[in-house]
């Protein structure tokens, strides 16, 4: 049976938006919509974004995207698309963002997603479903780029080894065997703590999805819709987007200078676009007990001051 899904860190994601009735807010990954249903509970309006159909589906249902005029606005696109999707609607300056980065539970536990190797499927991972799947970047791009991918994305250390074992263990077509195949290629020990198949799946989720790219994307669309006194949410489940995370506020808050691989060069305006940047939050331990899915999470939150977007946010 699958696990209900617990938004993860809503109290502090709620406190951290600070939602006022009549607050216009962009839930950036609507998902089970945990977040939103918060949101407009609190009395705001919620433009929700996401590219996976399922998810649209299941909001189609919710009462508020029939009220006149509707709370509940339904954007099936990439949330990098928002600045456009909102200007479609006429809306220019929104009150809040909140960002939930990765993977959601219902796709994790839908087997014919092909997300999670703890019930077998086919190897998909297409969040948007369409598009390259997960089986056709393992059964045909080259070894050094799989191994590129495995490393950079997953930091699978052994990423050559695992490209050499999928590429000699090809064509690949479900879950179960790709994690028969990483497994073997890195020696696994049953009742090891942490599956070794589990790094090469998130790389290649995230290789798939181009989930970085969208996330950074996505928090420069962010500056340019969060009015003066705007208010960011982003909750990320990994070293490598919280890290973009964490590099993108420093840098809009003018807390560093220039320089990031994953992000424009900043601006050299002193003027800081994000104010009142949050520390790291995470989730309490009683949180931790009951979703343990939260226990990787991590929220960082900031301000919008009244500083125009930089050039590269537009």
């Not at 899915?293 to 960082?300: G, I, M, P």
Request: net charge neutral.
């Amino acid at each position: 049976m699958n696990a209900p899904h617990i938004p993860v860190l809503l109290d502090e994601v709620i406190a951290a938006l600070a939602p006022r009735p009549g607050d216009v807010i962009v839930d950036a990954t609507f998902g089970a919509g945990g977040y939103t249903r918060a949101l407009l509970d609190a009395g705001a309006t919620v433009h929700a974004f996401d590219r996976d159909p399922d998810a649209i589906a299941a909001g189609r249902t919710w009462p508020e995207t029939v009220e006149n005029p509707p709370r509940l606005i339904l954007h099936p696109r990439r949330f990098s698309e928002m600045v456009s999707s909102l200007s479609d609607a006429g809306v220019a300056r929104v009150d809040g963002v909140v960002m939930d980065i990765g993977v959601s539970s219902m796709q994790l536990d839908q087997a014919e997603r092909g997300f999670a190797f703890s019930t077998d499927g086919p190897l998909d991972m297409r969040m948007s479903q369409e598009g390259e799947s997960a089986a056709d970047f393992v059964n045909n791009a080259p070894e050094e780029n799989i191994a590129d991918v495995l490393f950079q994305l997953g930091e699978e250390r052994q990423s050559r080894r695992v490209a050499r074992a999928i590429v000699a263990a090809r064509p690949l077509t479900t879950t179960g065997e790709l994690a028969r195949v990483v497994r073997k290629a890195l020696g696994y020990r049953p009742g090891a703590p942490k599956d070794p198949a589990t790094r090469s799946f998130q790389a290649i989720r995230i290789h798939v999805n181009a989930e970085l790219d969208e996330l950074n994307s996505a928090l420069h669309a962010a500056e340019v819709l969060l009015c003066e006194g705007g208010r960011l949410a982003v909750v990320s489940f990994h070293s490598l987007e919280d890290r973009i995370v964490k590099r993108y506020l420093r840098e809009a808050s003018g807390s560093v200078g220039r320089g990031s691989r994953h992000l424009p060069a900043a601006n050299d305006a002193a003027e800081p676009v994000f104010a009142r940047v949050s520390k790291a939050i995470r989730p309490s331990d009683a949180e931790t007990a009951r979703n343990p899915r939260a226990r990787s999470a991590t929220l960082r939150a900031a301000l919008r001051t009244a500083t125009p977007a930089r050039k590269e946010a537009a």
